[in-house]
């Protein structure tokens, strides 16, 4: 079969690989679909199937629960690749084998190797009239396949947007988790958190075994409707697992958790907030469902080791100490009312200044409310900014939305480029004579990536 779309592997570095899969649609522009992927996956031998998959969807709190995952299921020495989206600074990070990015030297290797197999798949849809393949579904496909190369004895995945048409959902997950779901993506997912959490429960499967965070009612009700009508075990938290108790320590908290099948005190936790303890209790049942059905109790001290490695860039992630710049990519309104909530427990400031930049797909009037309304106990300003992505929205833009919906004019600044607008932050911050101020990065994973990549990170 000739295959005029098909891509040569004869990419040296990742920037090239990079460089051809930002050619391909990205995946908010597309038509929900499984079929091309499908067929991607066939022409590839299943890699998918390669190993046992445990899978998460939700609004909030999906890579960080991922990550706990990935670290507890580390220290029972198995072997793990994580796959998570987006990425704050190389798309390698997407691809995690044994808790580290999948080197360069693999990542085009393996690209190469599945590149004219995607060609074929590429010129069967273009012959159908239809879009090639994405490059979410691409990138999904060559996760698939490096953890096949690997190989891995499981595999924790992570999905895009959604779940049901999800490029991910072509595995057939033996656990999923779903983490918060909250108003987020409503132009590709409903309008409703029924309608949302109709598309999240898309990722469960018969033979499976479903572990849901605490969630509303009305989400809960969907997820508990799917998991009877598939026959599969649930288990919610608040109800059958959970977080008893917390306290603030240094560089994190000391968790109690009560999982499906045992108890585990004096877990420390290096992540800040009520959200982090409950993706940490969300971790521990999922990896009970795992290798236990929900009916073992795991070793306590390996569930330590494995929460105690835990890191989670870009979440409330202290990237400076003086001044404190602290990052964290919450993006929607949900999000930023968690982080403010821990980063209040957590932290002391006479003065925050924060640096906020906003993507057009989401509800930026209601990220805005939150951030006016959960920092007015400090002294704060705010820098109005962009990252480099063209969905990002204009810094002055925010600016004039922000006044409009009441932040005081004298402490809104908009700054054309983020270098600029963190520069001055800091400079404001380090200037007080009380050394009491403070700055936070947020609004976006794209202004936190590349705030972490300005810091040095």
Do not use: C
Not at 77 to 105: C, F, K, N, Q, W
């Amino acid at each position: 079969m000739s295959a005029p779309f098909a891509e040569a592997g004869d990419a040296s570095t990742v920037e090239e690989v990079y460089a051809r899969l930002l050619e391909r649609a990205p995946e908010n522009r597309m038509a929900p679909r499984l079929d091309a992927m499908r067929r991607a996956m066939e022409v590839l031998g299943e890699p998918q199937r390669a190993a046992p998959v445990i899978h998460l969807t939700g609004t909030n709190g999906k890579t960080s629960t991922a990550r706990m995952i990935e670290a507890l299921l580390l220290a029972h020495d198995l072997r793990v690749g994580r796959y998570t989206s987006p990425h704050l600074a190389r798309v390698t990070e997407r691809i995690s084998v044994d808790g580290e990015p999948v080197d360069d030297e693999t990542f085009v290797r393996v690209y190469g190797e599945i590149a004219p197999y995607l060609g074929f798949v590429d010129a069967e849809l273009a012959e159908r009239g239809e879009p090639r393949l994405s490059y979410f579904e691409t990138v999904t496909a060559l996760a698939f396949a490096v953890f096949a190369d690997a190989p891995v004895d499981v595999v924790v995945l992570e999905v895009g947007i959604g779940g049901s048409w999800d490029a991910t959902n072509v595995a057939d997950a033996v656990v999923s988790v779903v983490t918060p779901i909250d108003l987020d993506h409503t132009d590709m997912l409903g309008d409703t958190l029924a309608e949302i959490a109709a598309e999240k429960a898309g990722i469960l499967k018969p033979h499976g075994f479903l572990v849901s965070a605490p969630q509303s009612p009305e989400a809960a009700e969907v997820l508990l409707a799917r998991a009877r009508e598939l026959g599969v075990p649930f288990r919610f938290g608040g109800v059958e697992f959970g977080v008893e108790s917390r306290a603030t320590a240094v560089g994190g908290q000391v968790l109690s958790l009560q999982g499906l099948a045992g108890r585990y005190p004096e877990v420390l936790l290096p992540l800040f907030g009520l959200h982090q303890a409950e993706n940490a209790a969300t971790a521990v049942a999922a990896v009970e469902a795992f290798l236990g059905g929900g009916d073992k109790e795991l070793n306590p001290e390996l569930v330590r080791a494995g929460l105690g490695a835990v890191e989670s860039p870009g979440r409330l992630e202290l990237a400076r100490k003086a001044p404190p710049v602290i990052l964290d990519a919450a993006h929607n309104p949900h999000g930023l009312t968690a982080a403010a909530a821990a980063l209040k427990e957590a932290f002391t400031f006479g003065k925050l200044n924060l640096v906020v930049g906003v993507l057009h797909e989401k509800d930026a009037e209601a990220m805005l409310r939150v951030l006016l309304d959960e920092y007015e106990e400090f002294h704060t300003e705010f820098w109005f900014t962009r990252s480099s992505s063209p969905r990002a929205v204009d810094p002055q833009e925010l600016a004039e939305l922000a006044v409009d919906l009441g932040f005081p004019e004298d402490v809104v600044h908009a700054v054309g480029t983020l270098d600029d607008a963190l520069a001055e932050a800091v400079q404001d911050a380090a200037g007080r004579p009380e050394f009491d101020g403070a700055v936070l990065v947020t609004g976006s994973i794209t202004v936190v990536g590349q705030a972490r990549t300005l810091l040095g990170l």
